[in-house]
């Protein structure tokens, strides 16, 4: 895994703020600048993020000196494709000579090792596995196999042209993802993650079950930017976590309360991760209309988590935050100037200016980067601002590091389906396992998500889900981004559903909490993310806010009071019977005129 303390000399330290210097520059330099040939911006983005996977992490010796080797490898074939992209474009993904074999081989041999080092086994496994299929299946018998495809034009499609490693996807990585990951960078490494916290125990904080509440609204507003339930954990979980068992709660309901709420920063607009860029490239929806559609639903994810929390309140009689605990107002409004002026430079750009979205986030990048230079004291301290530029650099290295190594390697999956059509029969399986139906369909599509992503990233199991299930469920009546929100939200189930659930083991890893505990609790906080997906099936109105704001409105009005029947119902009752007419009653109110089955 990518480390934040592997630097062990001034040397190196140097080296990594150089190349980490060098990858913000580059990305940065790329939307201002212009057009640039896919086959030199997108293996370019690959090199840049290559010594971070492969250098720059821990291990012993070996792993450091084969690391050393494949990066070296990596870089080398990446700009060996830069320097020959005008020929290798009129080659049209077929290769030539055994030089371009070995280059081919190199190249994906790198990119597997880089996955499993970022991210572990499971994903490059499954890309191993798509490989393998694309090279042999054709001795498959039966209508799972394929006619053959040779392999220059095989391996070439996949490394030399835009249908595998180089396609759209990594394209997402590169144009879109990479800029709002270094936004999110440069906000963290100033003061806007103060700011956020200050904002939410303002708000929250005098309320009853206030502390846990003040962890749902700064993990809502840093998942914003941050994109990750893990992240996310790791950073609002250290201030939140401490501060609630301070206040005597539970600690499976403390940790339960910070995994639920983290897992929802990642469909939380403006930003929701790396998701959204790369829904706005297989859906060809605006990014300012899949903002609109996903902003309800997440609003109504929190309303529900808010309504158990005040479930759980009433049953432990949780206390508000101390009134001398809680930020003064002055200290409020300054704080949350750090994450305000980068937020409005980015809105200004995308719905006055017209910008595009990755356009204005560069302008609210170079907004966040001079705010580098201030605290909130006022005062400036050379060493203090030194310290935040080379934060806001080498995180941003790591993380578009981490998304390229897991974006590159779900590109060979999705480069394998399309060359082979897997794809299109994993489709029909799908629909003749449903017998037409779309109930069914929506349930396969729901445990697949739930398989992939109990050890796949969200984004890349959502990538891979959708592209095999998302024709299916749109020939059986839904939107495109009906299909791919549905997905989307679904792939974040892994987050807090059993066995794997990284948000959970997280959080009860930094409180000394059975995991197991935490995750029941979490499951029944979260209980919206198991039911919203399908009620955005049943309601297809919530996703129209841009288009028919009224009967939008009136469609979440109806989803949240059953969400909230359902969510009291699970927690604030005791007795089963109670549970189960709350819990009806609320799934009736969302359900009932909908149009699932």
Known sequence: MISGDTATSPFQRMAMLLLATALVV????????????????????????????FIFAKGGFLTRVSGAVLCAAGVAVCLWIVANQSALSDQYGFLEGDFQFWMAGTLLLVVLEGARRAIGWPLPVVAALALAYGMFGQH???????????????????????????????????????IFVIFGAVLNAGE????????????????????AKVSVLSSALFGSISGSASANVASTGAITLP???????????????????????????????????????????????????ALLPAILYFFAVWVGINAYAKRYDLAAIDQGDQPQMRQVAI????????????????????????????????????????NAQGTFVLKDILLR?????????????????????????IGVLAITGLGVKITSLILSGSGGYLWPSLFLTALACLILGMEVPTTAA???????????????????????????????LSTITPPVCGAVFIAAGMIGENWLKVALSAMALGIG?????????????????????????????????????????????????????????????????GNLL
């Open 192 to 211: 806007a993650g103060q700011g956020f916290m200050n904002v939410a125990a303002a708000a929250a904080g005098r309320l009853k079950g206030g502390a």
């Open 529 to 593: 993310l198991y039911i919203i997906p399908l009620a955005m099936v049943a309601n297809p109105a919530v996703l129209e806010l841009a288009a028919r704001p009224l009967p939008t409105l009136l469609a979440a009005a109806k989803i949240g009071l059953g969400l909230g029947l359902v969510s009291y119902g699970v927690i604030g009752f005791r007795k089963p019977l109670q549970r189960l007419a709350a819990s009806g009653a609320g799934l009736l109110i969302i359900f009932v005129g």
């Open 243 to 293: 501060a609630m068992t301070r206040l005597g709660y539970p600690k499976k309901l403390a940790a339960a309360v910070e995994a639920v709420a983290s897992s929802g920063g990642q469909i939380m607009p403006p930003l929701m991760g790396a998701g959204a860029f790369v829904m706005v490239e297989l859906t060809r929806v605006p990014y300012t209309q899949i903002m609109a559609a």
């Open 26 to 53: 580059f990305h940065l330099g790329l939307i201002f600048s212009g057009l640039v040939p896919n086959l030199v911006s997108r293996p370019l983005h690959l090199a840049l993020a290559l010594p971070w996977i």
């Open 389 to 413: 530029l080379e934060s806001a650099a080498l995180n941003s290295a790591r993380q578009v590091s981490v998304i390229a190594a897991i974006i590159v390697c779900a590109s060979i999956i």
């Open 140 to 178: 498959i018998p039966g209508e799972f196999g394929h006619s053959g495809t040779p392999l220059a034009s095989f391996l070439g499609t996949l490394t030399i042209a835009e249908g595998g490693v180089w396609g759209s996807l990594t394209g997402v990585s590169v144009g879109v993802v990479a």
């Open 335 to 374: 704080t949350s100037a750090f994450f305000l002026v980068p937020f409005s430079v980015l809105l200004w750009g995308m719905f006055v200016a017209r910008y595009t979205p990755q356009y204005a986030a560069c302008i609210a990048i170079l907004a966040g980067f001079a705010l580098l230079f201030f």
């Open 462 to 492: 959502y990538v891979i889900c959708v592209s095999v299930a998302g024709p299916a469920l749109m020939q059986q009546g839904l939107e495109p981004l009906q299909a791919h929100l549905f997905v989307f939200w679904f792939a974040l």
